[in-house]
Each structure stands twice: as C-alpha cells, then as structure tokens.
C-alpha cells in the first residue's frame, strides 16, 4: 500500500455542517474516512471510455399494466444475452416492477442497453451503476 499523506481542505462552514451530517447518517467515524470514499468514488465514475470492460447494474422500475411492455423488455433482454449475467425481479405493488439486470460489457453497451430500455414506454426510472473488477479500482 502506498504511504498515507495529509492535506488540508478549506470550505465553508455551512457545506461542511451538511457533509457532517450526512457522514454522520452513514455511520463514518470520521472526516477522512468520507473524503477518501467520496474521492475514490468519482475516480471511477470518470474512468470508463467507451471501450473498458465494466460490471454494472442496470435498474429500472415500470408499470407492468402497459401494453406489451414486458414483451418488449424481454425481447431487448434476449438481444443482449452476452452481456446480461443475471436479473433480479422484484413486485413493487399492484402496478410496478422493479428490476435489475447484472451487466458484463464494454462501458459504451452498458449505456446503450440503459438508454433503450429509457426510451420505452411505461418506464419510470432507469439508473445504471457501472464498476469495474476490484483489481482495477484506484
Ligand atoms: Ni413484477
């Protein structure tokens, strides 16, 4: 492990009141601890060009009433057999499902799975979370 080195941050009073206390209500035991999670945090997220290989998870919530909509969502699921690695399906209430797809691929068909399940009809919400294998991680 590389040696350990202190820095001093300057911000104003009332941000850090509100970084507190979220750090707080993440059960940190102290500064540092959140700004090295926070920093790691946006490495990754900035690290992906198109081509890197990413592990993700790609959630989406939807009203499962709409017409043809879980046909469609099958249909997509099936073209993309390579790189989905499981899915995770979860009844929300009377109307809505929640799924999540594990996805294994290049950082540029991650989002493009993410963005043509989006663009159907009868779904709510779609969050992609993307990773990478721990070897690579800052
Ligand atoms: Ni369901």
């Not at 040696?3 to 941000?15: I, K, N």
């Not at 493009?112 to 159907?120: E, F, P, Q, Y």
Request: glycine residues 6%; aromatic residues 4%; contains cysteine.
């Amino acid at each position: 492990m590389a040696h350990t080195v202190r820095f001093g941050v300057s911000l104003d009073g009332a941000l850090l009141k509100r970084f507190e206390r979220r750090i707080r209500r993440e059960g940190y035991d102290n500064r540092s601890e959140a700004i090295r999670d926070l920093i790691r945090e946006s490495l990754v997220a900035e690290q992906w060009g198109e081509n890197d290989n990413v592990v993700g998870a790609i959630t989406l919530v939807y009203d499962h009433h709409v017409r043809e909509l879980s046909e469609r969502l099958m249909h997509i699921q099936h073209h993309h057999v390579g790189e989905i690695v499981s899915t995770l399906h979860v009844h929300l209430d009377r109307d809505h499902c929640m799924e999540t797809l594990v996805v294994r691929a290049k950082a540029a068909r991650a989002r493009h799975l993410a963005d043509s399940l989006r663009a159907l009809r009868g779904i709510k919400h779609v969050a992609l979370a993307m990773t990478a294998s721990a070897r690579t991680l800052p």
